[in-house]
């Protein structure tokens, strides 16, 4: 079977992209003071000399308290916009487009040099921590502003596009949910309401970057096991709100810490048979109706390349995306590419996600 779907080109937004392989965002933990450093930028030559259309960055700091691992990277002043600058410039030399995942760690938090924060306070158990709840105001102007602004500076770096992380339990992502977001303001309640930060964010990077920067989103769709949290059928319509609003991309997404422990719906489900791959191909075709034009990036579990190669050329999603397999094999794609379409290697033991507790990250296979 030829792969011509899969290893065609397609846009996001005006930016062409060689083909509909994503590396979905990743933590690294190799950044210094939140500068990328040339570890960093080696992954993602690595990835780019290996096939990938689209690398999004593992999350971005849009504030000091809320690094998404000891050593990630940050966007939150000026100051890291040359360093950025030098990994988007290496990654480009290899025609593969570079997006930037903007995101805050809310409540989940495990820098407890600073508070944590989030919608309501309630208890996070992985770290025993209850946030602070955050003020209208303070959603307003420090918020809402860290993310315009960090946005700004992956623009002004050279970055092909922006995702903001909305997803997983993180700061954005916890909004959504009831679970963690019992506000009675303007930013809870409804599901409108507790999709307004998203919106409000949107509208404001867009009147800074223009029309032609594609901001697009990871988003949290459903919550899992998790009592009382986000269902799919509000998920669906936060979707909806959101494809409405503009963004250019979806890539939608569910689980998160408070699921530490289930095996349903947390972003890394360990696979353990063909049969449980593609874990997110039914909402991602719940979703397909909703959204039109917007292109749809399908993650979770793809590990079969005439898979992806179907569900790209039947119109289920525009792009899939794999972290974990391409931790394991960086050329992944090429091989793809190259007539070898035996299933990725990566066993889903999650090893490479405990490996970022107190060191870059890395494959044990390797």
Not at 15 to 36: F, W
Not at 78 to 103: P, R
Request: charged share 20%.
């Amino acid at each position: 079977m030829e792969l011509k779907h899969l290893f065609s080109p397609y846009k996001i937004g005006n930016v062409l992209i060689r083909n509909r392989i994503v590396r979905s965002a990743t933590a690294e933990n190799m950044a210094e003071v939140g500068h990328p450093t040339d570890q960093l930028i080696n992954l993602y030559t690595e990835l780019a000399k290996g096939g990938v259309g689209l690398i999004i960055t593992g999350g971005i700091a849009v504030d000091p308290s809320s690094t998404f691992s000891k050593k990630g990277t940050s966007l939150h002043s000026d100051e890291f916009i040359s360093s950025h600058k030098k990994l988007v410039d290496n990654t480009h030399d290899y025609d593969t487009k570079l997006g930037a995942q903007i995101g805050h760690t809310g409540r989940q938090s495990s820098n407890r040099r600073y508070e944590s924060v989030a919608p309501s306070s309630i208890l996070y158990p992985q770290t025993g921590r209850v946030p602070r709840a955050l003020t209208t105001e303070e959603i307003k102007k420090n918020i809402i502003t860290s993310f315009v602004e960090s946005g700004r500076r992956a623009f002004e770096s050279g970055y092909d596009m922006v995702q903001l992380h909305a997803a997983h339990g993180y700061l954005l992502g916890s909004f959504l949910t009831p679970y963690t977001n019992k506000r009675t303001d303007e930013f809870g309640g409804s599901i409108f309401n507790r999709t307004k930060i998203l919106i409000d964010i949107y509208t404001s990077l867009r009147d800074e970057v223009g029309k032609e920067f594609p901001i697009i989103i990871k988003l949290q769709t459903q919550d899992g096991d998790l009592p009382g949290g986000l269902t799919l059928d509000e998920g669906l319509e936060i979707t909806k709100i959101v494809y409405e609003t503009g963004f250019d991309a979806i890539e939608p997404s569910g689980g998160g810490g408070d699921l530490i422990g289930s095996d349903k719906l947390f972003p890394s489900v360990v696979i353990n048979s063909p049969e449980e791959e593609n874990y997110f191909l039914p909402t991602v075709k719940e979703i397909r109706p909703l959204t039109e034009n917007c292109p749809l990036i399908l993650m979770g579990g793809i590990r079969n390349p005439l898979s992806a190669e179907r569900f790209i050329q039947e119109g289920i999603a525009d792009f899939i995306s794999m972290s974990r397999p391409l931790i394991c094999e960086p050329d992944l794609a090429n091989r793809w590419n190259s007539g070898d379409h035996s299933p990725a290697l990566c066993e889903s033991c999650n090893s490479c996600y405990y490996s970022i507790v107190n060191s870059p990250l890395e494959c044990i296979l390797n």
